[in-house]
């Protein structure tokens, strides 16, 4: 358990959220971000993510956000990861759950 991880909204508009990930994220971090994501994104269409923040990302922890926000797919929500983890976010192979659905709405552009 990452008892370092926080999360901070960094803006909110009306379609938009922006989430910083800081510490180390594992299956608990993985819980607390899709937690925070559904408390906070209310009517948002766009969830922005930077990971710059992160120390160290586990393998496992990376399977349970798949699989925890596969409920976004069904609302249409766009996620965005930015910084120097997101090819741990977008990397296909780093996804041991079959969630095609989930993952293709990840998108790590700049």
Wanted: aromatic share 10%; hydrophobic share 35%.
């Amino acid at each position: 358990m990452a008892n370092n991880f926080q999360t901070r909204i960094n803006n909110k508009s009306r379609d938009k959220v922006s989430i910083s990930l800081f510490g180390d994220f594992d299956g608990t971090s993985a819980c607390r971000l899709a937690d925070v994501m559904n408390e906070k994104i209310e009517n948002a269409t766009k969830i922005y993510i930077h990971t710059d923040g992160l120390k160290k990302i586990d393998q496992f922890g990376l399977n349970v956000f798949i699989a925890r926000i596969k409920k976004f797919h069904q609302r249409l929500i766009s996620i965005e990861f930015k910084g120097r983890h997101k090819e741990k976010f977008k990397d296909r192979e780093n996804f041991a759950c079959d969630s095609k659905e989930a993952y293709s709405m990840i998108n790590t552009n700049l």
